[in-house]
């Protein structure tokens, strides 16, 4: 009985929040889905970067101009952000010949649900993964 209770309370508080009236915060079930659709899209991000390291392996260190390079050979295709589902990763893709460095960005404002600035998180060749300024 107890827990039928606490679970109607804790769905009414995630509703509330998912509404807008009340706060975001560890135990909102939108919460943990903003969580775990920012953790899937740093991971995206990580697997762009592997890509990208194989793929300059096999080109005399180069990186290559466009993500869509990447397809077939080291990725199956450029991945899409979990938490709106489209590619924000390619148009905000930027490398450079003079020193060889790439920058991968999840472009927009995707995870302000779990307080990510716009165009964050980022994956750049110097610094490894970027959540924040």
């Known amino acids: 009985m107890v827990l039928g209770i606490l679970a109607l309370v804790v769905f009414g508080l995630d509703r509330l929040a998912h509404a807008g009236v009340a706060p975001h915060g560890p135990w909102c079930v939108a919460h943990r889905h903003h969580h775990g659709s920012t953790t899937a899209c740093k991971s995206n991000l990580k697997n762009i970067g592997t890509a990208l390291e194989m793929y300059s392996t096999d080109n005399q260190g180069r990186f290559p101009p466009t993500l869509s390079l990447l397809t077939p050979n080291y990725l199956k295709s450029v ?10 990763y390619s148009g905000a893709f930027v490398s450079s010949a003079h020193p060889d460095t790439y920058t991968i960005i999840c472009r927009g404002h995707n995870h302000r649900g779990v307080g990510l600035l716009p ?9 490894g993964l970027i959540d924040r300024p």
């Open 79 to 88: 991945p899409t952000c979990p938490s709106i589902g489209i590619d924000t």
């Open 119 to 127: 165009d964050f998180p980022q994956y750049s060749s110097p610094q």
